[in-house]
């Protein structure tokens, strides 16, 4: 069984101003963050009652090795799960660079 069966690719916001003055953000693939091995997961939290349930938008996606993955930035996987919006990385402590830890929430299906 492949520890990582889907593959990631994290986009960074580029500003695009219109001739009106108005601002947008358009999203451009990071440089070397193009189709990653990656596995993503739902994440889970306690509920009223104390019980652990899984999230509805809310997912834990993990990437093979170290990556430098900087805030703002959006995910793309290549399945069903969808278009997320990177909320919090945590990146491996030395010795052991085995996987970047990401938590982002999804925006699309």
Known sequence: MNRYP????FQAPTEVRSAA??????YDNAAGLVDLP?????SVAEDATDRMVL?????QIIVQG??????PMAA????SAGVFDVIRVVRPVAPMPMATIV???RIAA
């Open 6 to 9: 889907h593959s990631v690719t």
């Open 55 to 59: 999230t509805t938008d809310l997912f």
């Open 103 to 105: 938590t982002a929430e």
């Open 76 to 79: 793309l996987t290549d399945h």
């Open 21 to 26: 003055g108005g601002v947008s953000y358009d």
């Open 38 to 42: 990656a596995l993503v997961i739902a």
């Open 66 to 71: 170290d990556r430098d993955i900087a805030l």
